[in-house]
């Protein structure tokens, strides 16, 4: 089978005369050779801001910039004009609550989230509860971590719901949500729907013309591609709606002394330099990932969660949070008397690289009745012989750490 | 870092002065949010001496170690002193080097009882 750990110099670090063992891809994940090349390839050979200027440079850096959209674009089947990129998937969820939320909600108008969500997609919400008085509501999760119907039916019930803003994949149970029915619903009742897609990206297919969200976001840093570039989708007619956020160069079509005119859709919401060396690197991840192809990636990482699933077995002290089915390769434990923090700490002396702690989901750890996990977050790339090594490390420290 | 370290390991599995101080003058408790670590610190002063500490709450092998030593190194301390001491300080009393990011573990027992302190004020 192709070692795609070549793929990333990270991989081929030692850490104490350990090989690398990177469980931290939730977290960030390691970056493309072909990622790094292409940074570099555009800092010695084209450096020039985008569409300023009729110089050769521009031109060719404004060419790589615009093709990185198409492919991106392509990437999750929307259209060109769809795609905004920004700095990260919590900059895209900032946006949409500042442009739209602002622009939309009023007093006791309910935004609807999931237990499951990342503090991402919870603060920018608890800004605006403190800013205009919305109200904000959680859909339950059944004990196997998928998302009550129940719950969904009758908060969505309610009148006063505006919006639903939903994980694809929870950071924490690793579980990806079949999203299609509830946007469905939601839709067809009026109310807005987004998608963060930070988690699913690296893992999961993504057609937004099937999923029917009016807006999805995601970052580049969790799919190879460098940190500091994120990518907003919002449908069309949406994007044309909602005001302008940032303001400055770019995002306008003419400027007076007393007013302005706003750019078409991208580039209304793109103000200011991009970070235009991470936007091509992340058009070169997708392309990565489309030539891999997904029948590849579902095929490794489904090997990798059915042989972690079973070796878990074995380790009772290890509560998986989270159930079986519907997951991805993303594994988060409740470790009981050991300290996720000292695990993770003397794990990492090995080489093996995972995470401690509430993982920006403070108040799902809280509805889960769990302190702080520790999380094995794996890609394609990662290997059966590894998760071995995690497991057998765990046991050592195991014993020496038992009271 | 060395959290293998005898004198750690040992205060961690066999802690000491763990439990509720009964007659405790002041207490107080810290908690490491990112990390969901608590411990609560009680205290019996001497004038201007700490007699006796007691700590209970949960959190790592650096923490809980750290509160252990803390209980016995500190007895006898002068309170002023105490007030005044920070991670160089705990790190001298466990006897391994911290990195800063297990630094909020270890300063997490010494927090509760400077606060303890404090609330005599």
């Known amino acids: 089978m192709k070692d795609y750990r070549l793929d990333f110099p990270l991989l081929s670090r030692k850490y104490r005369n350990n090989n690398l063992i990177y469980f931290d891809n939730a977290a960030t994940s390691p970056k493309l050779q072909l990622v790094i090349d292409s940074v570099t390839d555009f800092y010695k050979q084209h450096n020039a801001n985008i569409h300023r200027g009729p110089n050769f440079l521009t031109q060719e850096a404004t060419d790589l910039y615009e093709e990185a959209r198409k492919i991106v674009a392509n990437f999750i089947n929307a259209n060109t004009e769809e795609i905004i990129f920004t700095s990260s998937a919590t900059a895209s969820l900032n946006l949409i609550s500042r442009s739209w939320g602002e622009s939309n909600l009023k007093m006791g108008d309910i935004v609807v989230l999931s237990r499951a969500e990342h503090h991402a997609n919870i603060v920018p919400w608890l800004l605006l509860k403190d800013k205009i008085g919305i109200e904000i509501q959680y859909i339950d999760l059944n004990d196997d971590g998928s998302l009550s119907r129940d719950s969904m039916y009758t908060i969505l019930a309610q009148p006063r719901v505006k919006l639903l803003s939903l994980t694809q994949t929870s950071n924490v149970l690793g579980i990806y949500y079949d999203l299609k029915e509830v946007i469905k619903m939601a839709n067809d009742k009026g109310v807005v729907t987004i ?87 992340l058009g070169v991840a997708c392309r990565y990932l489309q030539q891999l192809g997904w029948e590849t990636i579902n095929k490794r990482e489904k090997g990798l969660v059915d042989y972690f699933l079973k070796k878990i077995i074995d380790y009772p002290e290890l509560q998986l949070l989270g159930a079986n089915s519907n997951r991805a390769p993303l594994f988060s434990f409740n470790t009981f008397k050991l300290h996720p923090h000292d695990l993770a700490d003397l794990l990492g002396e090995e080489g093996i690289i995972v995470r401690a702690g509430h993982h920006c989901a403070e108040p799902l750890h809280r509805y889960l009745k769990v302190k702080a996990s520790l999380r094995l977050s794996l890609a394609f790339y990662n290997t059966n012989e590894e998760i071995d090594k995690f497991f057998d490390k765990f046991r050592q420290l195991e014993e020496k750490l038992s009271c | 870092m060395d959290i293998y370290a005898q004198n750690i390991l040992d205060h961690y599995k066999n802690p000491r002065n763990r439990g509720v101080l009964k007659n405790a003058e002041t207490c107080f408790k810290s908690t490491n949010a990112s990390c969901g670590d608590e411990i609560t610190v009680y205290l019996k002063l001497d004038d201007d001496r700490i007699e006796k500490i007691s700590f209970d709450g949960h959190g790592c092998v650096i923490a809980l170690a750290a509160a252990s030593i803390l209980s016995e190194t500190l007895i006898d301390k002068e309170i002023t002193d105490i007030l005044k001491m920070d991670l160089s300080d705990v790190q001298a009393q466990l006897g391994i080097e911290i990195s800063n990011r297990r630094s909020k573990c270890a300063l997490i027992a010494l927090r509760s009882i400077q606060g303890a302190l404090k609330e005599l004020d």
Do not use: C, W
């Not at chain 1, 907003?232 to 007619?237: A, E, M, N, P, T």
């Open chain 1, 195 to 281: 998608v963060d897609a930070a988690q699913s990206i690296a893992h999961h297919e993504l057609n937004v013309k099937e999923l029917g969200a009016d807006f999805l976001v995601f970052s580049g840093h969790k799919l190879f591609a460098p940190s500091g570039v994120g990518v907003l989708y919002g449908r069309q007619k949406m994007l044309g709606q909602i005001p302008a956020f940032f303001g400055g160069g770019s995002m306008i079509s003419s400027v007076s002394e007393q007013s302005y005119q706003v750019a078409e859709i991208p580039y209304k919401f793109e103000a200011g330099t991009p970070n235009i060396e991470g936007v091509i690197a």
